[in-house]
């Protein structure tokens, strides 16, 4: 870890503008490496990808955004994936229904950054009167990692950036 936080300051200093934090599993947490970006950095916008949406629920999605947004304004994205099917296996994890999870999951974590409890009843997610008691100061960007035709379109539908 210090050395990529050494590197993210000298591309910082470089003029780099975004850094993206990957997540595969078994290996480094996206987002508590991209905490200690932020906080090593002062403008670097600061990406945790591609987030799973079956290893991560998006209230606690939603709660780990905001908390980076609160940590460091504006300097937030956040890049979501189904994610890797076999390391996903190895956690007992199935990648089903992709395009449903990923559509209803962004939908709620969009729900969740306005602060108003959210009451949802998907086909995935279920949420009765949730919300974030630290609403981010902005609507946080959030990416869609994609590689086939039918996420390529979701993505293109639902996401700030694919």
Do not use: C
Not at 26 to 51: C, E, I, K, N
């Amino acid at each position: 870890m210090a050395e990529m936080i050494e590197l993210v300051q000298l591309a910082e200093r470089r003029g780099v503008r975004t850094a993206w934090m990957a997540e595969h599993m078994g290996y480094r947490d996206a987002v508590g490496a991209s905490m200690a970006f932020l906080a090593a950095t002062r403008s670097l916008t600061v990406v945790p990808t591609a987030v799973s949406v079956y290893s991560r629920h998006p209230m606690i999605a939603a709660m780990t955004a905001a908390t980076l947004e609160e940590s460091a304004p504006g300097r937030t994205r956040l890049s979501l994936a189904s994610g890797n099917p076999r390391a996903l296996g190895e956690m007992g994890l199935a990648v089903e229904q992709p395009v449903v999870v990923t559509r209803e999951y962004v939908r709620v974590m969009r729900k969740l950054f306005t602060g108003a409890p959210v009451t949802f009843d998907g086909t995935v997610f279920h949420l009765k009167e949730a919300r974030l008691h630290v609403v981010p100061t902005r609507p946080i960007p959030i990416y869609v990692a994609a590689m086939g035709p039918r996420m390529l379109e979701l993505a293109g539908e639902i996401g700030d950036g694919v």
